[in-house]
């Protein structure tokens, strides 16, 4: 089955950026709308962004204005592009399919995102 790779964490200043990458080992054309998790030490995975096929974005919690998803279903990648960073952005990040559901993948192994002065 297709598989999910998260990249692109790592250790970031307050008001800094980092740029999330995950691809897929197979065509993601089916899956309408994807999304990046994220789940913080010791907190449940929440939802933090989700595109679909078409383009349609939807953001959640406090990440609106300072981070921006997209997709590229040429190269079967899904990205976050996560601007002024703050402390609570720490968190593992993943993604996934949300629709169809049917379609959810297991999780991978997620990327460590670390917001730190």
């Known amino acids: 089955q297709v598989q999910l790779v998260e990249s692109g964490g790592g250790l970031a200043q307050p008001g800094g950026s980092l740029r999330l990458s995950c691809v897929a080992s197979g065509d993601i054309f089916r899956f309408n709308v994807m999304g990046w998790y994220r789940q913080a030490p010791g907190k449940e995975r929440e939802l933090v962004a989700s595109?679909?096929?078409?383009?349609?974005?939807n953001y959640y919690g406090n990440v609106t204005g300072r981070f921006t998803i997209s997709r590229d279903d040429v190269r079967n990648a899904i990205y976050l592009q996560m601007n002024n960073l703050k402390p609570d952005d720490t968190a593992i990040y993943y993604c996934n399919v949300l629709s169809p559901w049917a379609l959810r993948l297991d999780w991978g192994q997620g990327t460590q995102v670390a917001v730190s002065s």
């Open positions: 595109v679909s096929k078409s383009g349609i974005i």
